[in-house]
């Protein structure tokens, strides 16, 4: 059964500077997703990555999958208060089956 | 526009009161499904749908009916809600296969049983 743990659960950092964010998960899982909440906001899907190896990228966000460690990092370069949010990863077991991480609540300091 | 909607956005009822909670998405989607939220456990899956008439359970699905006789529709009913079933809901779609696996959310209803 995948299990999927994130930590930290909280964050809170200072502007222009760097962080990540980690995600394992504890059996095969075939996709493995990030997304960002706002508070009281809907879920906005950030990256999907496929394989090993894969990296992806937008603005100061990079996400990266290593299938034989059964990790995943989500990385903040030089941070911005925009991006104070909730983070969750999410992995799929073939079958649309989604478990989601309990989330990391981002908060990014002027 | 593409997008999910969700009806009603905000519901308070009682104990045993049957309710339906209405999912629709507009983007040709063949998959479909409701997730809870919950303070410090993030979301977890209730039901799901690969297509018309194909559903599946996800990791809660005790307590909840869904329905999917059309392709847009995706209704989450409760028979008798109990006040354990309290919580924010999201409706989620996306395509299938490479390159479709964006989930898109919808607004959320936030449900009080009482």
């Known amino acids: 059964e995948l299990k999927v743990e994130q930590n930290p659960l909280f964050l809170s950092m200072q502007e222009g500077k760097n962080y990540t964010i980690y995600c394992n998960y504890s059996?095969?899982?075939?996709?493995l997703y990030w997304y960002r909440q706002d508070p009281g906001k809907s879920l906005e899907s950030l990256f999907v990555?496929?394989?090993?190896?894969a990296v992806k990228q937008e603005g100061r966000l990079m996400a990266s999958l290593d299938t034989k460690a059964r990790l995943s990092t989500l990385h903040i370069t030089a941070a911005v208060h925009d991006l104070s949010a909730t983070y969750f990863c999410?992995?799929?077991?073939?079958?649309?089956?989604?478990?989601f991480g309990t989330g990391t609540r981002l908060k990014v300091l002027a | 526009e593409a997008q999910v909607t969700q009806n009603p956005r905000y519901l308070i009822t009682v104990t045993g009161k049957k309710l339906t909670v209405t999912c629709s998405q507009n983007?040709?989607?063949?998959?479909m499904s409701w997730y809870r939220q919950d303070p410090g456990l993030g979301l977890r899956q209730i039901y799901y749908?690969?297509?018309?008439?194909?559903?599946d359970k996800g990791d809660v699905p005790e307590g909840y009916k869904v329905s999917r006789k059309e392709k847009r529709n995706f209704p989450l009913i409760l028979e008798s809600p109990s006040p354990n079933q309290t919580s924010l809901y999201f409706c989620?779609?996306?395509?299938?296969?490479?390159?479709?696996?964006?989930?898109?959310f919808g607004p959320g209803t936030r449900l009080l049983v009482l």
């Open positions: 989620a779609s996306s395509g299938q296969g490479l390159g479709q696996e964006t989930q898109y």
């Open positions: 059996t095969t899982s075939d996709r």
């Open positions: 990555l496929l394989s090993n190896g």
């Open positions: 999410a992995g799929s077991s073939g079958t649309y089956k989604y478990i």
């Open positions: 983007m040709n989607h063949e998959y």
């Open positions: 749908s690969m297509n018309v008439e194909v559903t």
